[in-house]
């Protein structure tokens, strides 16, 4: 059992940056590759990044190419997602997600544990 929860979400101006941690719960962090996938209101869950469970394999949506970027430290048991060059189409509550894998995965229903989300909004 995991417990994700995120953090660092909030309102920043179109250009601006923001980290997005999120902290999972037990000892067994280093088993899990990590996702992140945003939701804005009406759209379906959308893949952001993610990475393989030594972080050694990163992969990212085109949206955010060039933009973001996620890591992870396994001795702190936490996800980041270092978020620079926001634009307004990057407004979503954001979710952190755990597979008990070693490689992660672009689909949602391919994980297992979720967080809670944190709100991200990008004003123009």
């Known amino acids: 059992q995991v417990q994700l929860v995120e953090s660092g979400g909030g309102l920043v101006q179109a250009g601006g940056s923001l980290r997005l941690s999120c902290a999972a719960s037990?000892?067994?962090?280093?088993?899990?590759?990590m996702g992140w996938f945003r939701q804005a209101p009406g759209k379906e869950r959308e893949f952001v990044a993610m990475?393989?469970?030594?972080?050694?394999?990163?992969r990212y949506a085109d949206s955010v190419k060039g933009r973001f970027t996620i890591s992870r430290d396994n001795a702190k048991n936490t996800v980041y997602l270092q978020m620079n060059s926001l634009k307004p189409e990057d407004t979503a509550v954001y979710y952190c997600?755990?597979?008990?894998?070693?490689?992660?995965?672009?689909?949602?229903?391919?994980?297992?544990?979720w967080g809670q989300g944190t709100q991200v909004t990008v004003s123009s």
């Open positions: 037990g000892r067994t962090f280093s088993s899990y590759a």
């Open positions: 997600a755990a597979k008990q894998d070693y490689y992660a995965s672009n689909i949602p229903v391919n994980y297992n544990y």
């Open positions: 990475i393989s469970r030594s972080g050694g394999s990163t």
